[in-house]
């Protein structure tokens, strides 16, 4: 088994599969993560208030987690069987439809299955079976994730940044990426840069310019990539975010005072920066001369 792995084209192939059924997992932690949050937040709302009817009625309410209760189709409550969620192959297979009820089924599921494959795939690719492509696949699920949980809800979850920041720093301990110091200064770099433009903003305008959840990613981003890297990301993550976000405005007939979420820009920018951004500073620094 061990020998098999050694050979990139089964290594990239288990590679493929393992990203389908981790992309399948994601779209579950997409959905349901932010509805425990709100069901934890309302819990501890009704304990602050002291609203004794409303502690009842959450802790008899349905339990609701990653695991609980299981998948179904969210039109006709219908179960979905097991055969009916292999990733990608049962959408396809059912046409992309419910196969109780017929109602059409979003193709941003399959999408997110292709897509944490196919990084999954290239992260391999690009560091290989041990500890770093090991470590690459879980910051870019980690950062999938995020991503699309953001667009939905404009949230970055503490439960998805914190741990991701953490690891990090831990596996870069090992100097798995940069150095362990490069790693400290580049989470306080991160966090402290848009904290510092947050309340820069928010001083001569009055308004909030991005949440904190943003700060956290930048900070969870410099762990893992160093505080070098820092730079390269604010300008790709702004680049990205231009054209993105005026072509969603102008699609949804939006004005630009509209929010738009700033963590999917900066999530694509550190994959970016992850797989190219050592070709990307070195191509700077030859092109201007430096």
Wanted: proline residues 4%; contains cysteine.
């Amino acid at each position: 088994m061990w020998q098999l792995l050694e050979e990139p084209v089964w290594l990239l192939t288990l590679g493929g599969l393992l990203g389908l059924l981790v992309g399948s997992f994601l779209n579950v932690v997409i959905h349901r993560v932010p509805r425990m949050l709100e069901r934890s937040w309302r819990y501890e709302c009704a304990l602050l208030l002291e609203d004794q009817k409303l502690v009842q009625a959450e802790e008899k309410s349905t339990r609701f987690n990653l695991l609980t209760p299981g998948s179904h189709c969210p039109q006709c409550g219908t179960a979905i069987k097991p055969w009916q969620n292999i990733p990608l192959i049962s959408y396809l297979a059912q046409g992309g439809k419910c196969a109780h009820c017929k109602t059409r089924i979003s193709l941003r599921y399959p999408i997110i299955e292709a897509l944490t494959a196919a990084v999954t795939v290239f992260a391999l690719w690009q560091f290989g079976g041990g500890a770093a492509g090991g470590l690459a696949m879980l910051f870019c699920w980690m950062l999938i994730a995020l991503t699309f949980i953001d667009l939905d809800h404009q949230l970055l979850p503490d439960n998805i940044t914190l741990p991701l920041l953490w690891l990090g720093l831990l596996a870069n301990t090992g100097e798995v990426f940069v150095s362990l110091e490069s790693a400290v200064w580049g989470a306080v770099a991160g966090y402290l840069s848009l904290w510092s433009v947050y309340w820069l903003f928010k001083l001569l305008t009055g308004k909030e310019g991005m949440g904190y959840g943003d700060f956290k990613l930048l900070a969870a981003l410099g762990a893992w990539l160093g505080w070098q890297v820092l730079p390269l990301i604010v300008v790709l993550s702004s680049l990205v975010g231009a054209v993105l976000g005026s072509i969603l405005l102008m699609r949804q007939k939006k004005s630009q005072s509209t929010p738009i979420p700033f963590g999917p820009f900066l999530a694509v920018a550190g994959i970016i920066a992850l797989f190219w951004g050592d070709q990307l500073v070195a191509a700077y620094l030859q092109y201007s001369g430096v």
